[in-house]
């Protein structure tokens, strides 16, 4: 694989404008790992005596959808009609959750409750703007059988006329193989983008996929590689472009965009040159969710009709608008046009 290109940073109003009401035309369908975030803020002004902790005083706290939730909310925010499926327990953070999505307009029919096991929780502890701590309560095992073909029933019952299907894969049992082949199988029979978000550790087969969206960490452990030191400028790190050609080969997606943080991200494609898109963040609150937004802007772009490396401009700067804010955030068509518009 050559070296990458790098391209221009963003759109004209009139194709972005153009995009973005094509998208909202749009169905498009979410299944994966449901979670609820919590956010408690307070300060820190001395130590225990108890043990050489900090003692954070209380002052608020917020609560926001997470995983494959906070992929469908980043798709209402710019005003894309949403479907999610996932699980929930039968607890007050599945209520919880599921207030917050129906107040974010998500459509929750293929939200289903499971009794036996809790709604996944992450609870992050921030003092100032610090992060101490998080408490992660969770069932991670893996989702019965007779579950996950409901839900796969209630997906497939949707599927006709959607634009496009994000999985996010977060690790907490409801994404299998069998899951994942059957999607695969129900979207090319149909011609529907199928997107997913990996967990490496979860060791599934994801051949056959339209597009997958690791992180550099995640892309080599993907590749079965040892991940090196990452040099200053992207376009001189043969390693990473060896991984990108070695997925390429190996899983056949249609494209496959790794993310680099402060690097921007890289957009590979068989047969082409990668695509160098360096960041344009300008201030970096929280990277929480940021790899909610890339696959959740890049999938509706394309499936607005945006080529790839508008695709991947359009990710680019909705993951630079939502890094600058705290929590698991999402942004709005005008934040986007507001950080694109030439």
Known sequence: ???????PASLPRERLEELL???RGLRILVVGDLMLDQFVWGQVRRISPEAP????????????????????????SLQVPTELFGLVGRDESGRKLRGLLEEQRVDCRGIYTDSHRPTSRKTRIIAGQQQIVRLDREDTTAVGE????????AISE???????????DYGKGLISQ?????LKARCRERGIWLSLDPKPVHNLNLAGLSLITPNRKEAFELAGLVEGPRPSDCGRDPQLLRVGEQLLARLHPALLLITLGEQGMLLCRKGGSPFHIPTVARE???????GDTVIATFSLAIAAGASPLEAALIS?????????????ATLTPAELMASMVT
């Open 316 to 328: 680019n700067h909705a993951a630079g608008v939502v890094v600058g804010k705290r929590g698991t």
């Open 158 to 168: 949707r599927l006709d006329g959607a634009g496009a299907v994000i999985v996010g």
């Open 1 to 7: 694989m050559t070296g990458p290109t790098r391209e």
């Open 21 to 23: 009401a094509a998208a």
């Open 53 to 76: 902790v900090p003692v954070v005083e209380y002052e608020r706290e917020s609560f926001m959808p997470g995983g494959a939730a906070n992929v469908a909310r980043n798709l209402t």
């Open 146 to 153: 007779r579950t996950r073909k409901r839900l796969l029933a």
């Open 284 to 290: 970096v609150f929280d990277v929480s969710g940021a």
């Open 178 to 182: 069998s899951l994942l082949d059957d």
